[in-house]
């Protein structure tokens, strides 16, 4: 078993030693991103042409489970670092989150990781696309790390994949905050029960209304999905 389906959508099942092997964009899948992908058919098509698709968030853990796939959550976050530690000598690009963020961030990963090759920066406030895509391609860079939320970074990555067929790409959402140190990561049980989305709603209730009601209305579609098949 390497792909399965889940309401129209493909995910990978590797473990997370044979899901590094791969290229391409990676795409940390989650119910958030498949309910806004179901409502937005463009987004669909690049979350489907992505070269690899994790399950990242307990939610796609269960709805795979609901499905009969015992398929283990892979988190973004810890993915990426993976990554980053893989490709430490190769040169990378980190794109998003505010100036001082990804400052803060590349200095600490630095710290962390002295092997670490950042040859191009850009934080994700910018109205020229273009010229930050063409930046980037410019560098030829194996690793590619954007931070923007979905949806915005997985069409970044989509739009520039063409021009580094051969690199590594992946969406990381909020990760500059957490390795800058300005977001504190869910306590180690939250993250062993799959449980971050809610140590992050109880410190940021604002996020309730972004996973209500898009959650359980992606467990009933799964189950629906159930009974039809």
Known sequence: MERVSLLGFPIDTYNIENALEHKGQVVTINPEMIDYALQHPEYAEIIKNAELIIPDGIG????????GFNVKRIAGIEFAKRLIIKYKGEPAAFVGAKPDILEKAVGNLKSEIPELNVIYKHDGYFDNEEEILSQTAEKKPVLVL???GAPKQEEFIYKLKTRLPDAVMIGVG?????????VER??????????????????????????????PLFVLRVFKEKLTC
């Open 186 to 215: 869910a306590p180690e049980i939250y993250q062993k029960l799959g449980l971050e989305w809610l140590y992050r709603t109880i410190k940021d209730p604002k996020r309730f209304k972004r996973i209500f009601p898009a959650l």
């Open 146 to 148: 954007v931070a923007m």
């Open 60 to 67: 796609i853990e269960l709805g795979l489970k609901i499905l």
């Open 174 to 182: 909020g990760s500059f905050d957490v390795w800058a140190n300005e």
